[in-house]
């Protein structure tokens, strides 16, 4: 299959492009690299199958494809709080411009929304049918409104012309490829501890989030793209393990063998409390659920951030 990755050079997209090489696809990562990153799509581009389109999706995109998967938006806080209007449009003209695309090409169809669909939420665990307690008009809007948007008009699209197109809401994911000044707490307390300076948890520590490996995500984007009968369907992809923010510093801070302190700074604003998947619809769908545990996944992640430390500074 012709498969366009938006935000392909991006955390998540630029592990989707391989893994879609790797299914003996052809595969074009599309990026203007707000935020993704040529080094995340390095290994790639020798790859026989791969080609990489530095463009911004906010223009229309003219190429025959088989499957589309949008990702492209800035996803971290600090990524879409830098380019909030990037951020609002990608997410809305974007979508509206690869859906047209699905459209005339009569491809499949995939976007990539988000947990903070949910805002800070007062149904937990999150099941697909919660409507969500977003304010609309609070800093993350640009990011968690504009991804409801995508939402809207992606199902309007399935219901008023017919695009095979589908939702997921990816809820926390850590990895390699991640940024490590995108101010989530994974990167955040991983390079604080390797850099024995001190670990900053917001708030007193115990909000809740629910982390899924990138390789799990990747297995379950896939599965939602082409299993049958995902068509118009929502999912929620991610990892229903639940710890406290201040859980995951002790326990990276100990995977690093480091000894910073932890400090505890203000609480942002619309910071939700509460996080975390309820999968019971990947299971029962598509028979997804992340097999790769914590430890496992964190000790994968901390040799990748300390391999690209020593490159950088090397």
Same mark, same amino acid.
């Given at each position: 299959?012709?498969?366009?990755?938006?935000?392909?050079?991006?955390?998540?997209?630029?592990?989707?492009?391989?893994?879609?090489?790797?299914?003996?696809?052809?595969?074009?990562?599309?990026?203007?690299?707000?935020?993704?990153?040529?080094?995340?799509?390095?290994?790639?581009?020798?790859?026989?199958?791969?080609?990489?389109?530095?463009?911004?999706?906010?223009?229309?995109?003219?190429?025959?494809?088989?499957?589309?998967?949008?990702?492209?938006?800035?996803?971290?806080?600090?990524?879409?709080?830098?380019?909030?209007?990037?951020?609002?449009?990608?997410?809305?003209?974007?979508?509206?411009?690869?859906?047209?695309?699905?459209?005339?090409?009569?491809?499949?169809?995939?976007?990539?929304?988000?947990?903070?669909?949910?805002?800070?939420?007062?149904?937990?665990?999150?099941?697909?049918?919660?409507?969500?307690?977003?304010?609309?008009?609070?800093? +993350?809007? =640009?990011? #968690?409104? *504009? !991804?409801?948007?995508?939402?809207?008009?992606?199902?309007?699209? %399935?219901?008023?012309?017919?695009?095979?197109?589908?939702?997921?809401?990816?809820?926390?994911?850590?990895?390699?490829?991640?940024?490590?000044?995108?101010?989530?707490?994974?990167?955040?307390?991983?390079?604080?501890?390797?850099?024995?300076?001190?670990?900053?948890?917001?708030?007193?520590?115990?909000?809740?989030?629910?982390?899924?490996?990138?390789?799990?995500?990747?297995?379950?984007?896939?599965?939602?793209?082409?299993?049958?009968?995902?068509?118009?369907?929502?999912?929620?992809?991610?990892?229903?393990?639940?710890?406290?923010?201040?859980?995951?510093?002790?326990?990276?801070?100990?995977?690093?063998?480091?000894?910073?302190?932890?400090?505890?700074?203000?609480?942002?604003?619309?910071?939700?409390? +509460?996080? =975390?998947? #309820?999968? *019971? !619809?990947?299971?029962?769908?598509?028979?997804?659920?992340?097999? %790769?545990?914590?430890?496992?996944?964190?000790?994968?992640?901390?040799?990748?951030?300390?391999?690209?430390?020593?490159?950088?500074?090397?």
């Amino acid at each position: 299959m012709r498969i366009v990755v938006t935000g392909g050079a991006g955390f998540i997209g630029s592990h989707l492009c391989a893994r879609l090489l790797g299914d003996g696809h052809q595969v074009i990562a599309v990026d203007n690299l707000i935020t993704g990153s040529r080094r995340n799509i390095a290994h790639l581009l020798e790859h026989p199958n791969f080609s990489y389109l530095q463009h911004d999706v906010i223009q229309p995109l003219d190429i025959e494809a088989n499957a589309i998967f949008h990702l492209a938006s800035p996803a971290s806080p600090k990524g879409y709080m830098d380019h909030p209007i990037e951020t609002a449009l990608a997410n809305s003209l974007g979508t509206h411009n690869l859906l047209e695309m699905a459209k005339r090409c009569d491809a499949s169809f995939l976007l990539a929304s988000t947990s903070e669909a949910y805002g800070d939420p007062q149904e937990h665990p999150q099941r697909e049918s919660y409507w969500g307690h977003v304010n609309p008009v609070g800093p +993350r809007a =640009c990011y #968690d409104e *504009s !991804k409801r948007f995508g939402e809207a008009l992606t199902t309007t699209y %399935i219901r008023s012309v017919g695009v095979d197109a589908r939702v997921i809401r990816i809820f926390n994911t850590y990895g390699p490829h991640s940024d490590p000044a995108d101010g989530r707490i994974v990167p955040n307390f991983i390079t604080q501890a390797v850099d024995g300076k001190p670990i900053t948890v917001y708030g007193d520590g115990s909000q809740t989030r629910s982390l899924c490996y990138v390789d799990d995500l990747v297995e379950g984007i896939i599965a939602t793209m082409f299993k049958p009968g995902t068509k118009g369907e929502v999912v929620n992809l991610g990892n229903p393990e639940e710890h406290t923010v201040l859980e995951y510093a002790q326990i990276i801070r100990r995977l690093c063998g480091s000894s910073s302190e932890i400090l505890f700074e203000a609480l942002p604003q619309d910071d939700p409390t +509460r996080r =975390c998947p #309820d999968i *019971s !619809k990947a299971w029962a769908l598509l028979g997804w659920r992340p097999c %790769i545990g914590l430890e496992d996944g964190l000790n994968r992640t901390i040799q990748w951030f300390k391999t690209v430390t020593k490159e950088t500074s090397g």
